[in-house]
């Protein structure tokens, strides 16, 4: 079974401009989660998606964040225009909604380093 | 809102000493736990879990108890080894909300020594 897919994995652009980031969940899983990792810190959720609707987006920087998953399955995730404060990694997780309290799985992430 | 506190890091051991990363939370409801691990270069992967009081999640040698009374979900291992060198997550899940995303402490790093 393939894992879920994130590109790139590395981006390094400078501040005020624009970045985005994709993410391909599991096969059949319904549920996909976007989070932030600061360096020596833990995953933040910023946004949870559940097929193409938000189920949660109270962390999300609106200003300048957004996010979509068309069609119910892959995922857009943008900064514009980006801040130093964004250079972080993004992750990318999926679960199914078959079972309650099942895993989320992760991807890799994109190290994001805005200069 | 819910928060989970983990020891800080780094822990540094020497093969086959036994582990003891701890790990509490704050949680309105009755939530999931969960460890996860990270190992150097690789994504985050479930290592156990528990979802509701007094059960015992393993893996790989690894136990946690969640202890209600206490709030609490220390991870334990009786020998570790090299491998297991990597950044461990306790983290949360208010599943029952229907939100189910995770909420995650600040992490803890082992390194073991040879």
């Known amino acids: 079974e393939a894992g879920v897919a994130q590109s790139p994995r590395y981006k390094i652009i400078e501040k005020r401009q624009s970045v985005a980031f994709w993410c391909n969940p599991i096969?059949?899983?319904?549920?996909l989660y976007w989070y932030q990792q600061i360096l020596g810190q833990g995953p933040k959720l910023l946004i949870q998606?559940?097929?193409?609707?938000?189920?949660?987006d109270s962390q999300l920087p609106k200003d300048r964040f957004s996010a979509e998953r068309l069609k119910g399955v892959d995922s857009t995730l943008k900064i514009q225009p980006a801040k130093l404060e964004d250079s972080a990694v993004y992750l990318c997780?999926?679960?199914?909604?078959?079972?309650?309290?099942?895993?989320?799985?992760f991807g890799q992430g994109t190290r994001l380093t805005v200069v | 809102g819910d928060s989970v506190t983990q020891m800080e890091g780094p822990v540094t051991l020497s093969e086959e000493a036994f582990l003891t990363i701890n790990c509490t939370y704050t949680?309105?409801?009755?939530?999931?736990l969960f460890w996860y691990v990270q190992y150097p270069g690789e994504g985050l992967q479930l290592l156990l879990k528990?979802?509701?009081?007094?059960d015992k999640g393993s893996n790989k040698g690894f136990e946690a108890t969640y202890r209600k009374e206490t709030t609490s979900f220390h991870l334990e291992k009786g020998s570790v080894q090299v491998s297991d060198s990597a950044v461990y997550f306790c983290?949360?899940?208010?599943?029952?909300?229907?939100?189910?995303?995770?909420?995650f402490g600040s992490g803890t790093r082992l390194q073991v020594q040879p």
């Open positions: 997780a999926s679960s199914s909604i078959r079972t309650v309290n099942t895993e989320a799985f």
């Open positions: 096969s059949g899983h319904a549920t």
């Open positions: 998606f559940q097929n193409n609707g938000v189920v949660d």
């Open positions: 949680a309105t409801g009755y939530p999931s």
């Open positions: 528990a979802t509701k009081a007094d």
């Open positions: 983290a949360l899940s208010e599943s029952g909300t229907g939100r189910r995303a995770l909420t």
